[in-house]
């Protein structure tokens, strides 16, 4: 069991301050994976015996509209290569290239930035194997950094918390910075089964509770130079893409709902006839008996039905639902403007707008994308400084990482634009700043031209 728990700054301190941190978010977390994944229920209203006759109505009901404005974020979103501060002009760092790729960099970073637009904060690790560097993602329902207020690159302490089934016991890891020095420690608590809930997991809360213990001292990493191997990313405002908007994507759903048991009730389509007497009159063979206009009156194409005078058939009037879909594709217009999401990325009504009216629908969506790399950009050249260091090979000149256009543009555009600065801008700038080329490509165009000439060299002058 932890000793001192109860002293602040202590390692059992931190741990447990953050465990619990991490435990009060589960709420959170889950109703966001649940919006994400496309699995949240539906409200409907209804009483307790109502649910289970609504239940396939409600599954039918799911528009997973999260998923898109997340897909909008992070398909513009993506790390293409890196620059030193040091290098000459705009060069590509080609050590961070390789680096990276050992690292398998692409992977990481996908799914840290997949993180941060979903639940608003990412997290990676830079470790060190077999004496070579190492990158990995880890979840935000399994780990959390702490940082001073406003300053979220400062982080001073993190945990990670898994499960051990080899082991049968929960394990706890705390990275720290003490003083300049940086160390890692693990703690574990035997379980015959786990007990820290699964991914996407709808509970209360979780706390990490008694029964943890220190497997090891205090492992120092030399290499990490006083900083944090673990490294967070983060939004603005430490929220999703879509969490500011759940309460418009359950209104779209509950509308859907709506829609959908309207319209099937309205397939069975209440019927009744009218002025019908109950008993057989006098003079029939049956006279005072019950009639039984289950018989009288079948149901089939070639029926024909004789009725009585006087009797009339009554059947329920429709419902307009065309108003109910108006409101819906209202609802979905609503959360394009305020989630600064194109419409035409969460549905068809603007696939046949014009270019000029597409590229200003573009625009939110394009400053949202670039201030989210404008604060990705110092924690994953962090990131990639402390994989220079576990590597064995420290660097010092700072790495910044190179973003592919938030703003796509077709290649005839960017051509006709190229053609008119053509006059005015070098060549090397139309590449980058026209064509949008990454300096490791432009350093390949640049090599593929002079195999060219080499290849085909022009002729000798007369």
């Excluded at 039918?60 to 509209?65: D, M």
């Excluded at 302490?157 to 929960?170: K, N, Q, R, Y």
């Excluded at 058939?313 to 307009?320: N, Y």
């Amino acid at each position: 069991m932890f000793a001192s728990v109860t002293t602040p700054g202590s390692d059992e301190w931190v741990a447990t301050r953050l465990a619990t941190k991490l435990g009060a978010d589960y709420p959170r977390l889950a109703l966001l994976a649940e919006h994400q994944a496309g699995t949240v229920s539906v409200p409907d209203g209804g009483n307790g015996s109502m649910r289970d006759s609504y239940a396939r109505f409600l599954n039918l009901a799911r528009l997973n509209l999260a998923q898109l404005l997340v897909a909008a974020v992070t398909d513009r979103w993506r790390p293409v290569g890196f620059t030193s501060a040091t290098a000459t002009g705009l060069a590509s760092d080609r050590e961070a290239a390789h680096l990276y790729r050992r690292i398998h960099g692409k992977a990481v970073s996908r799914d840290v930035l997949h993180d941060v637009a979903v639940y608003g904060r990412g997290i990676a690790l830079a470790g060190r194997f077999a004496g070579r560097a190492t990158a990995r993602r880890l979840s935000p329902w399994r780990a959390l950094v702490d940082a001073p207020d406003g300053e979220p690159w400062n982080a001073t302490s993190a945990i990670a918390i898994s499960w051990l089934p080899e082991e049968g016991a929960d394990q706890l890891t705390l990275w720290r910075v003490v003083d300049g020095r940086v160390y890692s420690r693990r703690a574990r608590r035997a379980s015959k089964v786990s007990t820290i809930p699964d991914e996407g997991t709808r509970l209360a809360s979780w706390y990490p509770g008694m029964g943890w213990g220190w497997i090891e001292e205090a492992q120092l990493i030399p290499w990490a130079a006083g900083r944090l191997p673990v490294v967070p990313v983060g939004s603005e405002d430490g929220k999703g893409q879509f969490e500011p908007h759940l309460d418009s994507l359950d209104r779209i759903n509950h509308q859907i709902f709506q829609r959908i048991t309207i319209t099937v009730m309205q397939a069975f389509r209440q019927r009744a006839i009218k002025g019908l007497p109950k008993f057989y009159p006098e003079g029939h063979p049956q006279a005072g008996q019950e009639i039984d206009y289950g018989s009288v009156f079948e149901a089939g194409p070639a029926a024909l039905w004789q009725l009585p005078l006087g009797a009339e058939i009554w059947e329920s009037a429709v419902t307009d639902i065309g108003p109910l879909r108006l409101a819906i594709a209202d609802d979905v217009k609503h959360l394009s403007a305020v989630s600064r999401t194109p419409s035409y990325m969460l549905g068809s009504d603007g696939a046949n707008n014009s270019a000029e009216s597409a590229s200003l629908a573009r625009e939110g969506l394009v400053f949202k994308v670039e201030d989210l790399q404008a604060r990705a950009d110092e924690p994953l050249g962090l990131l990639m400084e402390m994989c220079f260091a576990a590597d064995g090979q420290p660097r010092t000149d700072g790495i910044a990482i190179v973003w592919a256009p938030a703003d796509r543009s077709s290649i005839a555009e960017r051509s006709q634009a190229a053609s008119q600065a053509s006059t005015t801008l070098p060549r090397r700038s139309i590449w980058r700043l026209v064509f949008r080329f990454t300096p490791e490509e432009i350093e390949q165009i640049e090599q593929d031209e002079r195999d060219e000439r080499l290849l085909d060299p022009e002729p000798a002058a007369a």
